[in-house]
């Protein structure tokens, strides 16, 4: 079984350029963030973002040699105590926090290896691209698990 025969083709995705005051009116009413691809016109895959990368728009920043130091214990910020600018919805766009390194799967691929690039790299749901890296769906754990539970006659 390949990944498009049960994948989501349903997908939220963002362009680059989009405001960050945008993004998250998108996902207000959601409980959860979901993972959110970034794409260009043509609809190629250039990156995602999670709540983990907005969760660091309320983080100060601290210079990068700091976090090479082994002994120095990195400050957890509290994000109820930040002095967040009014401005932060239009100043940050999704460019300057998506992740331009993610994994992502193609549309043929095995249901058993994303299993496997799921459980290895601790991932819930992954973006789907066709042969030219253009997003094409979604598929998460819970869509592997109906599967399975389908085809053992569980779920009708």
Known sequence: ?????????????VRRSMKLGELLGIFKDFHIFPLVPVVEDDSRLIGVVSFRNILDVFQSSHP????????????????????ISEDIGDLVVVQDIMDQEYIYIREDTSLEEVYKLMDVHLKEELPVVDRLGRLVGRVGIFDIIKFLFNQKGVMN
């Open 1 to 13: 079984m390949q990944v498009r025969e049960v994948m989501s083709k349903e997908v939220i995705a």
């Open 64 to 83: 990068d040699v700091l976090k090479l130091v082994p002994f120095l214990d990195e400050e957890e910020q509290n994000i109820f105590k930040m002095d």
